[in-house]
Protein backbone atom coordinates (compact mmCIF):
# COMPACT_ATOMS: atom_id res chain seq x y z
CA UNK A 1 0.00 0.00 0.00
CA UNK A 2 1.20 3.23 -0.92
CA UNK A 3 2.29 5.42 1.88
CA UNK A 4 0.22 9.02 2.21
CA UNK A 5 1.38 11.98 3.38
CA UNK A 6 -0.21 15.18 3.95
CA UNK A 7 2.58 18.43 4.28
CA UNK A 8 3.39 20.23 6.67
CA UNK A 9 3.89 16.82 8.29
CA UNK A 10 2.36 17.96 12.28
CA UNK A 11 0.41 16.46 14.87
CA UNK A 12 -3.02 16.96 13.34
CA UNK A 13 -1.63 16.33 9.84
CA UNK A 14 -1.13 12.93 11.46
CA UNK A 15 -3.87 12.28 13.20
CA UNK A 16 -5.83 13.26 9.89
CA UNK A 17 -3.53 10.34 7.74
CA UNK A 18 -4.43 7.84 10.44
CA UNK A 19 -7.73 8.17 10.39
CA UNK A 20 -8.29 8.72 6.69
CA UNK A 21 -5.59 6.57 4.94
CA UNK A 22 -4.42 4.64 8.13
CA UNK A 23 -0.16 3.54 7.37
CA UNK A 24 -0.51 0.31 8.68
CA UNK A 25 -3.85 -0.32 7.44
CA UNK A 26 -4.16 -4.24 6.08
CA UNK A 27 -7.21 -4.86 3.40
CA UNK A 28 -9.50 -7.39 3.89
CA UNK A 29 -9.71 -10.06 2.14
CA UNK A 30 -12.60 -10.88 -0.65
CA UNK A 31 -14.63 -13.49 0.39
CA UNK A 32 -17.59 -13.86 -2.10
CA UNK A 33 -19.82 -11.75 -4.64
CA UNK A 34 -20.59 -7.52 -2.81
CA UNK A 35 -23.69 -6.53 -3.78
CA UNK A 36 -21.71 -3.20 -4.26
CA UNK A 37 -18.19 -2.07 -4.93
CA UNK A 38 -17.87 1.79 -4.41
CA UNK A 39 -15.02 2.94 -6.30
CA UNK A 40 -14.36 6.73 -4.44
CA UNK A 41 -14.72 7.35 -1.10
CA UNK A 42 -15.48 11.35 -1.52
CA UNK A 43 -18.91 12.64 0.39
CA UNK A 44 -20.45 10.12 -3.37
CA UNK A 45 -18.65 7.39 -2.30
CA UNK A 46 -19.17 7.15 1.52
CA UNK A 47 -22.86 7.42 1.59
CA UNK A 48 -23.60 4.98 -0.59
CA UNK A 49 -21.73 2.75 1.14
CA UNK A 50 -22.88 3.72 4.84
CA UNK A 51 -26.31 3.85 3.73
CA UNK A 52 -26.21 0.17 2.08
CA UNK A 53 -24.33 -1.34 4.48
CA UNK A 54 -26.73 -0.10 7.04
CA UNK A 55 -29.52 -1.85 5.16
CA UNK A 56 -27.89 -5.39 5.15
CA UNK A 57 -25.76 -5.21 1.81
CA UNK A 58 -22.24 -6.47 1.62
CA UNK A 59 -20.30 -3.37 0.02
CA UNK A 60 -16.54 -3.16 -0.53
CA UNK A 61 -14.81 0.52 -0.68
CA UNK A 62 -11.96 1.58 -2.33
CA UNK A 63 -9.96 4.48 -2.26
CA UNK A 64 -6.60 5.14 -3.72
CA UNK A 65 -5.95 8.12 -1.49
CA UNK A 66 -7.63 10.06 1.40
CA UNK A 67 -11.37 8.45 2.83
CA UNK A 68 -13.27 12.22 2.97
CA UNK A 69 -12.66 13.05 -0.70
CA UNK A 70 -12.10 16.76 -1.47
CA UNK A 71 -14.47 18.23 0.91
CA UNK A 72 -12.86 16.72 4.27
CA UNK A 73 -8.83 17.31 3.17
CA UNK A 74 -8.91 19.92 0.35
CA UNK A 75 -12.48 21.61 -0.06
CA UNK A 76 -15.56 22.48 2.28
CA UNK A 77 -13.51 21.95 5.87
CA UNK A 78 -10.75 23.63 5.75
CA UNK A 79 -11.28 26.47 3.03
CA UNK A 80 -14.64 27.04 5.72
CA UNK A 81 -11.75 26.97 8.51
CA UNK A 82 -9.83 29.79 6.72
CA UNK A 83 -12.69 31.48 5.61
CA UNK A 84 -14.07 32.08 9.50
CA UNK A 85 -10.60 32.99 10.52
CA UNK A 86 -10.44 35.58 7.95
CA UNK A 87 -14.12 37.01 8.86
CA UNK A 88 -13.09 36.98 12.58
CA UNK A 89 -9.71 39.59 11.26
CA UNK A 90 -12.47 41.22 9.17
CA UNK A 91 -14.74 42.14 12.75
CA UNK A 92 -12.29 42.61 14.79
CA UNK A 93 -11.02 45.56 11.94
CA UNK A 94 -14.69 46.83 12.18
CA UNK A 95 -15.01 46.65 16.19
CA UNK A 96 -14.49 50.58 16.40
CA UNK A 97 -17.62 50.81 14.43
CA UNK A 98 -19.78 48.97 17.34
CA UNK A 99 -18.21 50.99 19.95
CA UNK A 100 -14.99 48.78 21.16
CA UNK A 101 -11.44 49.83 21.18
CA UNK A 102 -10.18 50.51 17.74
CA UNK A 103 -7.65 47.55 16.80
CA UNK A 104 -4.29 47.43 16.88
CA UNK A 105 -2.18 47.60 14.08
CA UNK A 106 -0.70 43.94 14.47
CA UNK A 107 -1.03 41.69 10.84
CA UNK A 108 -2.75 38.70 11.11
CA UNK A 109 -1.11 35.31 12.60
CA UNK A 110 -1.24 33.74 9.19
CA UNK A 111 0.54 30.69 10.49
CA UNK A 112 -2.12 30.68 13.41
CA UNK A 113 -5.36 30.66 11.57
CA UNK A 114 -3.57 27.50 9.10
CA UNK A 115 -2.69 25.68 12.51
CA UNK A 116 -6.30 26.26 13.37
CA UNK A 117 -7.28 24.88 9.79
CA UNK A 118 -5.67 21.51 10.31
CA UNK A 119 -6.67 21.16 13.74
CA UNK A 120 -10.79 21.38 12.92
CA UNK A 121 -10.09 19.32 9.94
CA UNK A 122 -8.34 16.07 12.22
CA UNK A 123 -11.08 16.41 14.62
CA UNK A 124 -13.70 16.21 11.98
CA UNK A 125 -11.75 13.92 9.88
CA UNK A 126 -13.15 11.05 12.74
CA UNK A 127 -16.25 10.91 10.80
CA UNK A 128 -14.68 9.79 8.10
CA UNK A 129 -12.20 6.95 9.30
CA UNK A 130 -11.18 3.94 7.91
CA UNK A 131 -11.84 2.24 11.24
CA UNK A 132 -15.40 3.79 11.39
CA UNK A 133 -16.26 2.74 8.02
CA UNK A 134 -14.96 -0.93 8.64
CA UNK A 135 -16.24 -0.86 12.33
CA UNK A 136 -19.28 0.80 12.58
CA UNK A 137 -20.84 -0.08 8.92
CA UNK A 138 -19.41 -3.00 8.59
CA UNK A 139 -18.04 -2.08 5.02
CA UNK A 140 -14.92 -3.52 3.89
CA UNK A 141 -12.62 -1.01 3.09
CA UNK A 142 -9.81 -1.65 0.17
CA UNK A 143 -7.17 0.86 0.34
CA UNK A 144 -5.01 1.20 -3.22
CA UNK A 145 -5.99 1.62 -6.97
CA UNK A 146 -9.25 -0.06 -8.08
CA UNK A 147 -9.63 -0.43 -11.78
CA UNK A 148 -12.60 -2.59 -13.73
CA UNK A 149 -11.31 -5.68 -15.31
CA UNK A 150 -14.47 -6.81 -16.32
CA UNK A 151 -18.07 -5.83 -16.75
CA UNK A 152 -18.80 -7.07 -12.58
CA UNK A 153 -15.16 -7.16 -11.33
CA UNK A 154 -13.03 -4.39 -9.91
CA UNK A 155 -9.25 -5.58 -8.96
CA UNK A 156 -7.19 -3.30 -6.30
CA UNK A 157 -3.56 -4.31 -5.80
CA UNK A 158 -4.00 -7.71 -6.98
CA UNK A 159 -7.22 -9.07 -5.15
CA UNK A 160 -10.39 -9.33 -7.08
CA UNK A 161 -14.11 -8.10 -5.90
CA UNK A 162 -16.70 -8.98 -7.65
CA UNK A 163 -20.48 -7.46 -8.16
CA UNK A 164 -23.68 -7.36 -8.74
CA UNK A 165 -23.94 -3.54 -8.55
CA UNK A 166 -21.21 -1.06 -8.58
CA UNK A 167 -20.61 2.62 -8.32
CA UNK A 168 -18.48 5.26 -9.90
CA UNK A 169 -17.83 8.15 -7.03
CA UNK A 170 -13.91 8.85 -8.07
CA UNK A 171 -14.78 12.92 -8.14
CA UNK A 172 -13.23 15.48 -9.96
CA UNK A 173 -9.56 17.14 -10.27
CA UNK A 174 -8.75 20.98 -10.45
CA UNK A 175 -7.40 21.73 -13.95
CA UNK A 176 -4.90 24.50 -15.08
CA UNK A 177 -5.74 26.68 -18.54
CA UNK A 178 -3.49 26.70 -21.16
CA UNK A 179 -0.91 29.57 -19.84
CA UNK A 180 2.31 29.77 -21.64
CA UNK A 181 5.27 29.24 -18.39
CA UNK A 182 2.46 28.26 -16.20
CA UNK A 183 3.99 25.10 -14.82
CA UNK A 184 7.42 26.05 -14.87
CA UNK A 185 6.48 28.50 -12.85
CA UNK A 186 4.56 26.42 -10.64
CA UNK A 187 1.00 27.42 -8.46
CA UNK A 188 -1.37 26.48 -6.24
CA UNK A 189 -4.47 24.59 -6.58
CA UNK A 190 -6.94 24.22 -3.86
CA UNK A 191 -5.39 20.22 -3.30
CA UNK A 192 -2.39 22.24 -2.59
CA UNK A 193 -3.26 25.75 -1.07
CA UNK A 194 -3.75 24.06 2.34
CA UNK A 195 -0.37 22.92 2.80
CA UNK A 196 0.77 26.64 3.33
CA UNK A 197 2.36 27.94 6.41
CA UNK A 198 3.43 31.55 5.50
CA UNK A 199 1.54 34.25 3.45
CA UNK A 200 2.25 34.56 0.61
CA UNK A 201 2.56 38.86 0.32
CA UNK A 202 1.10 38.80 -3.03
CA UNK A 203 -1.29 36.38 -3.96
CA UNK A 204 -2.90 36.13 -7.84
CA UNK A 205 -6.37 34.44 -8.03
CA UNK A 206 -6.93 33.09 -11.35
CA UNK A 207 -10.48 32.42 -11.95
CA UNK A 208 -13.39 35.05 -10.35
CA UNK A 209 -15.76 31.61 -9.51
CA UNK A 210 -16.85 30.33 -6.10
CA UNK A 211 -13.62 28.84 -5.02
CA UNK A 212 -11.44 31.96 -6.44
CA UNK A 213 -13.54 34.61 -4.41
CA UNK A 214 -13.83 32.74 -2.02
CA UNK A 215 -10.23 31.94 -1.09
CA UNK A 216 -9.47 35.56 -2.58
CA UNK A 217 -11.35 37.44 0.10
CA UNK A 218 -9.81 35.38 2.90
CA UNK A 219 -6.72 35.91 2.09
CA UNK A 220 -6.90 39.65 2.21
CA UNK A 221 -7.80 39.52 5.36
CA UNK A 222 -5.14 37.53 6.60
CA UNK A 223 -2.72 39.88 5.44
CA UNK A 224 -2.15 38.78 1.92
CA UNK A 225 -2.12 41.52 -1.28
CA UNK A 226 -4.61 39.93 -3.69
CA UNK A 227 -4.85 40.64 -7.48
CA UNK A 228 -8.27 38.73 -9.08
CA UNK A 229 -8.17 37.46 -12.95
CA UNK A 230 -11.58 37.32 -14.26
CA UNK A 231 -12.17 36.75 -18.09
CA UNK A 232 -15.50 38.19 -17.30
CA UNK A 233 -16.82 41.79 -16.66
CA UNK A 234 -17.84 40.23 -13.02
CA UNK A 235 -17.16 37.91 -10.78
CA UNK A 236 -19.16 35.19 -10.26
CA UNK A 237 -20.76 35.22 -13.58
CA UNK A 238 -23.03 32.29 -12.87
CA UNK A 239 -24.72 33.75 -10.20
CA UNK A 240 -27.70 36.36 -10.28
CA UNK A 241 -26.17 39.76 -11.45
CA UNK A 242 -27.11 42.12 -8.87
CA UNK A 243 -26.73 39.72 -6.33
CA UNK A 244 -22.46 39.17 -7.38
CA UNK A 245 -22.52 43.08 -7.98
CA UNK A 246 -23.11 43.14 -4.11
CA UNK A 247 -20.09 40.68 -3.83
CA UNK A 248 -18.00 42.56 -6.02
CA UNK A 249 -18.44 46.11 -4.03
CA UNK A 250 -17.60 44.40 -0.90
CA UNK A 251 -14.43 42.69 -2.36
CA UNK A 252 -13.32 46.74 -3.75
CA UNK A 253 -14.14 47.84 -0.08
CA UNK A 254 -11.92 45.17 1.52
CA UNK A 255 -8.74 46.26 -0.84
CA UNK A 256 -8.90 42.82 -3.53
CA UNK A 257 -7.91 44.57 -6.64
CA UNK A 258 -10.36 43.24 -9.65
CA UNK A 259 -8.72 42.80 -13.31
CA UNK A 260 -12.29 42.36 -15.25
CA UNK A 261 -12.27 41.15 -18.79
CA UNK A 262 -9.08 40.34 -18.92
CA UNK A 263 -6.85 37.24 -20.26
CA UNK A 264 -3.50 35.75 -18.71
CA UNK A 265 -1.34 35.27 -21.71
CA UNK A 266 2.04 34.00 -19.79
CA UNK A 267 3.79 33.13 -16.82
CA UNK A 268 7.00 34.03 -15.79
CA UNK A 269 9.34 32.70 -13.32
CA UNK A 270 11.99 35.73 -12.21
CA UNK A 271 13.57 34.30 -8.89
CA UNK A 272 11.09 34.16 -6.25
CA UNK A 273 8.66 35.74 -7.89
CA UNK A 274 6.35 34.79 -10.62
CA UNK A 275 5.51 37.46 -13.00
CA UNK A 276 1.81 37.28 -14.92
CA UNK A 277 1.69 38.80 -18.44
CA UNK A 278 -1.94 39.67 -18.96
CA UNK A 279 -4.18 42.09 -21.29
CA UNK A 280 -7.18 43.89 -20.65
CA UNK A 281 -10.09 44.43 -22.74
CA UNK A 282 -8.72 46.67 -25.88
CA UNK A 283 -5.95 47.58 -23.69
CA UNK A 284 -1.74 47.47 -23.66
CA UNK A 285 -0.03 43.91 -22.05
CA UNK A 286 0.59 44.70 -18.70
CA UNK A 287 2.54 42.70 -15.97
CA UNK A 288 2.49 42.22 -12.48
CA UNK A 289 4.39 40.54 -9.44
CA UNK A 290 3.33 37.77 -7.24
CA UNK A 291 4.47 35.51 -4.81
CA UNK A 292 2.42 32.95 -5.02
CA UNK A 293 -0.61 32.21 -8.24
CA UNK A 294 -3.86 30.51 -7.56
CA UNK A 295 -5.57 28.68 -10.09
CA UNK A 296 -9.11 28.43 -9.63
CA UNK A 297 -10.50 28.31 -13.57
CA UNK A 298 -12.17 24.56 -13.80
CA UNK A 299 -12.29 21.41 -12.72
CA UNK A 300 -12.37 18.15 -14.66
CA UNK A 301 -13.60 14.57 -13.54
CA UNK A 302 -11.66 11.94 -12.94
CA UNK A 303 -11.73 9.13 -15.20
CA UNK A 304 -8.47 7.73 -15.96
CA UNK A 305 -7.04 4.37 -15.05
CA UNK A 306 -10.14 3.07 -13.87
CA UNK A 307 -10.71 0.57 -16.58
CA UNK A 308 -14.05 1.68 -17.73
CA UNK A 309 -13.20 0.13 -21.25
CA UNK A 310 -13.53 -2.94 -19.62
CA UNK A 311 -16.44 -2.93 -17.75
CA UNK A 312 -18.65 -1.32 -20.97
CA UNK A 313 -18.56 2.37 -19.22
CA UNK A 314 -18.98 4.98 -21.21
CA UNK A 315 -17.01 8.36 -20.59
CA UNK A 316 -15.96 11.23 -21.90
CA UNK A 317 -12.66 12.93 -20.75
CA UNK A 318 -14.30 16.47 -19.88
CA UNK A 319 -17.90 15.64 -19.37
CA UNK A 320 -17.09 12.13 -16.91
CA UNK A 321 -19.29 9.66 -16.92
CA UNK A 322 -22.13 8.95 -19.02
CA UNK A 323 -25.54 8.65 -16.97
CA UNK A 324 -29.10 8.73 -16.95
CA UNK A 325 -31.69 10.55 -14.45
CA UNK A 326 -31.26 7.44 -12.40
CA UNK A 327 -27.24 7.61 -12.57
CA UNK A 328 -27.12 4.43 -14.08
CA UNK A 329 -23.96 4.61 -16.93
CA UNK A 330 -24.12 2.17 -20.24
CA UNK A 331 -23.23 -1.00 -17.62
CA UNK A 332 -26.72 -1.87 -16.38
CA UNK A 333 -25.08 -3.02 -12.90
CA UNK A 334 -22.47 0.55 -12.53
CA UNK A 335 -23.85 3.38 -11.58
CA UNK A 336 -22.00 6.50 -11.18
CA UNK A 337 -22.83 9.52 -8.50
CA UNK A 338 -20.78 12.64 -7.59
CA UNK A 339 -18.85 15.18 -9.62
CA UNK A 340 -17.48 12.23 -11.61
CA UNK A 341 -20.74 12.46 -13.63
CA UNK A 342 -22.71 15.54 -12.45
CA UNK A 343 -22.64 19.15 -13.72
CA UNK A 344 -24.11 20.28 -9.58
CA UNK A 345 -20.38 19.90 -8.17
CA UNK A 346 -21.64 20.24 -4.40
CA UNK A 347 -20.86 18.26 -1.38
CA UNK A 348 -24.50 18.05 -0.43
CA UNK A 349 -25.46 17.50 -4.02
CA UNK A 350 -22.95 14.20 -4.23
CA UNK A 351 -24.96 12.89 -1.03
CA UNK A 352 -28.12 13.32 -2.68
CA UNK A 353 -27.22 11.49 -5.74
CA UNK A 354 -25.82 8.49 -3.33
CA UNK A 355 -29.12 7.91 -1.99
CA UNK A 356 -30.62 8.17 -5.45
CA UNK A 357 -28.09 5.66 -6.54
CA UNK A 358 -28.97 3.24 -3.02
CA UNK A 359 -32.16 3.16 -3.97
CA UNK A 360 -32.11 2.57 -7.74
CA UNK A 361 -28.82 0.15 -7.35
CA UNK A 362 -30.18 -2.13 -4.79
CA UNK A 363 -33.84 -1.60 -4.52
CA UNK A 364 -34.89 -1.27 -7.98
CA UNK A 365 -36.18 1.94 -7.50
CA UNK A 366 -37.26 4.79 -10.59
CA UNK A 367 -35.55 7.92 -8.60
CA UNK A 368 -34.42 10.87 -10.90
CA UNK A 369 -31.83 13.25 -10.28
CA UNK A 370 -34.05 15.50 -12.56
CA UNK A 371 -36.66 15.62 -9.52
CA UNK A 372 -34.04 17.18 -6.47
CA UNK A 373 -34.42 20.69 -5.32
CA UNK A 374 -30.70 21.81 -5.71
CA UNK A 375 -29.58 24.51 -3.69
CA UNK A 376 -26.15 26.48 -3.42
CA UNK A 377 -24.11 28.76 -1.42
CA UNK A 378 -21.22 30.44 -2.24
CA UNK A 379 -19.53 31.75 1.30
CA UNK A 380 -18.00 35.17 0.79
CA UNK A 381 -18.85 37.66 3.04
CA UNK A 382 -21.71 38.53 2.01
CA UNK A 383 -22.68 35.11 1.21
CA UNK A 384 -24.89 34.27 -1.95
CA UNK A 385 -26.86 31.02 -1.88
CA UNK A 386 -29.31 30.37 -4.64
CA UNK A 387 -32.11 27.78 -5.20
CA UNK A 388 -34.06 26.72 -8.56
CA UNK A 389 -34.50 29.01 -11.67
CA UNK A 390 -32.93 32.39 -12.47
CA UNK A 391 -35.12 35.16 -14.03
CA UNK A 392 -32.70 34.15 -17.47
CA UNK A 393 -33.83 30.08 -16.67
CA UNK A 394 -37.21 31.29 -17.00
CA UNK A 395 -37.00 33.09 -19.89
CA UNK A 396 -34.60 30.42 -21.92
CA UNK A 397 -37.66 28.40 -20.55
CA UNK A 398 -40.73 30.35 -21.89
CA UNK A 399 -42.16 30.35 -18.56
CA UNK A 400 -43.85 33.97 -17.70
CA UNK A 401 -42.58 34.74 -14.42
CA UNK A 402 -42.65 37.85 -11.17
CA UNK A 403 -39.91 38.89 -9.51
CA UNK A 404 -39.89 40.15 -6.04
CA UNK A 405 -36.48 42.32 -4.93
CA UNK A 406 -36.46 43.42 -0.98
CA UNK A 407 -33.28 44.88 -0.55
CA UNK A 408 -31.66 44.15 3.09
CA UNK A 409 -31.70 47.60 3.70
CA UNK A 410 -35.11 47.30 4.45
CA UNK A 411 -34.75 44.63 6.97
CA UNK A 412 -34.09 45.53 10.62
CA UNK A 413 -32.13 42.86 11.71
CA UNK A 414 -29.10 43.57 8.87
CA UNK A 415 -29.56 47.47 9.52
CA UNK A 416 -28.92 46.96 13.20
CA UNK A 417 -25.94 44.03 12.80
CA UNK A 418 -24.44 47.02 9.98
CA UNK A 419 -24.95 44.06 7.23
CA UNK A 420 -27.41 45.80 4.68
CA UNK A 421 -26.10 45.19 1.39
CA UNK A 422 -27.84 42.59 0.23
CA UNK A 423 -31.16 41.47 -0.94
CA UNK A 424 -33.64 38.53 -0.98
CA UNK A 425 -34.87 38.02 -4.96
CA UNK A 426 -38.01 35.14 -5.78
CA UNK A 427 -38.99 34.54 -9.39
CA UNK A 428 -42.46 33.36 -9.25
CA UNK A 429 -44.60 31.76 -12.03
CA UNK A 430 -47.01 34.96 -13.29
CA UNK A 431 -50.13 34.60 -11.72
CA UNK A 432 -49.69 32.22 -8.97
CA UNK A 433 -47.41 32.54 -5.75
CA UNK A 434 -45.18 29.31 -6.73
CA UNK A 435 -41.86 29.71 -6.86
CA UNK A 436 -39.63 28.82 -9.27
CA UNK A 437 -36.06 30.16 -7.44
CA UNK A 438 -34.55 32.55 -5.65
CA UNK A 439 -31.07 34.06 -4.43
CA UNK A 440 -30.15 35.55 -1.46
CA UNK A 441 -27.12 37.64 -0.54
CA UNK A 442 -26.88 38.03 3.21
CA UNK A 443 -24.35 37.09 5.93
CA UNK A 444 -25.74 33.84 6.48
CA UNK A 445 -27.81 33.45 3.32
CA UNK A 446 -26.60 29.22 3.33
CA UNK A 447 -28.77 29.26 6.25
CA UNK A 448 -31.69 31.58 4.91
CA UNK A 449 -32.47 29.80 1.31
CA UNK A 450 -33.41 26.46 3.17
CA UNK A 451 -36.41 28.05 3.93
CA UNK A 452 -36.98 28.89 -0.03
CA UNK A 453 -35.90 25.12 -0.68
CA UNK A 454 -38.01 23.82 1.76
CA UNK A 455 -41.09 25.65 0.47
CA UNK A 456 -40.26 24.27 -3.18
CA UNK A 457 -39.91 20.96 -2.12
CA UNK A 458 -43.03 20.71 -0.36
CA UNK A 459 -44.81 22.94 -2.64
CA UNK A 460 -45.52 25.33 -1.12
CA UNK A 461 -46.67 28.98 -2.16
CA UNK A 462 -44.89 32.09 -1.15
CA UNK A 463 -48.44 32.68 0.52
CA UNK A 464 -47.30 29.83 2.72
CA UNK A 465 -44.56 31.99 4.23
CA UNK A 466 -46.45 34.69 4.56
CA UNK A 467 -48.60 33.19 7.63
CA UNK A 468 -44.84 31.84 9.07
CA UNK A 469 -44.22 33.43 12.34
CA UNK A 470 -40.51 34.69 12.45
CA UNK A 471 -38.85 35.74 15.49
CA UNK A 472 -38.60 39.24 15.38
CA UNK A 473 -36.04 41.44 14.51
CA UNK A 474 -33.95 37.76 12.31
CA UNK A 475 -32.84 38.70 8.68
CA UNK A 476 -34.66 35.90 7.76
CA UNK A 477 -37.56 38.03 7.77
CA UNK A 478 -36.93 39.71 4.46
CA UNK A 479 -38.29 36.37 2.46
CA UNK A 480 -41.38 37.23 4.80
CA UNK A 481 -41.34 40.59 3.91
CA UNK A 482 -41.10 39.39 -0.36
CA UNK A 483 -44.14 37.38 0.65
CA UNK A 484 -46.04 40.04 1.55
CA UNK A 485 -44.97 42.35 -1.22
CA UNK A 486 -46.48 39.34 -3.24
CA UNK A 487 -49.78 39.84 -1.42
CA UNK A 488 -50.01 42.80 -1.38
CA UNK A 489 -49.63 43.23 -5.72
CA UNK A 490 -52.62 40.72 -5.97
CA UNK A 491 -54.98 43.90 -4.56
CA UNK A 492 -55.67 44.56 -7.64
CA UNK A 493 -57.97 48.20 -8.30
CA UNK A 494 -61.47 46.08 -8.26
CA UNK A 495 -60.06 44.01 -5.67
CA UNK A 496 -60.11 47.16 -3.49
CA UNK A 497 -63.02 48.55 -4.45
CA UNK A 498 -64.72 45.71 -3.35
CA UNK A 499 -62.87 45.77 0.01
CA UNK A 500 -63.73 49.61 0.60
CA UNK A 501 -67.63 48.74 -0.18
CA UNK A 502 -67.53 46.00 2.04
CA UNK A 503 -65.80 48.13 5.26
CA UNK A 504 -68.21 50.66 4.26
CA UNK A 505 -71.06 48.25 5.07
CA UNK A 506 -69.25 46.98 8.10
CA UNK A 507 -69.26 50.48 9.46
Given amino acids: MTTVRVPPEDEYNATLVANVHPPDWRNPEPAGRYNLVVLGAGTAGLVTAAVSASLGARVALVERHLLGGDCLNVGCVPSKAVIRSGRRVAEARAAEELGLAPPSDAEPDFAAAMRRMRRVRAQISHEDAVARYAREFGVDVYLGEGRFVGPDVVQVDGCKLRFARAVIATG???????????????YLTNETLFELTERPRRLAVIGGGPIGCEMAQAFRRLGSEVVLFEQTGHILVREDPDAAAIVQRAFLREGIQLVLESRVNKVERKGDEKVVHFARNGMAAEALPFDALLISAGRRPNVEDLGLEAAGVAYEPRRGVRVDDRLRTSNRNVYAAGDVCMDWKFTHAADAAAKIVVQNALF????????????????????????????????????????????????????????????????????????????????????????????MVGKLGLSTLLNVIYPYPTQSEAIKRAAGEHARSRLTPGVKRLLGAWMRWRR
Fill in 172 to 186: GRPVAPPIEGLEQAG
Fill in 364 to 455: FGRKRLSNLVMPWCTYTEPEIAHVGLYARDAEARGIEYQSLLIPLSQNNRAVADGAEDGLVKLHLKRGTDRILGGTVVAAHAGEMISQVTLA
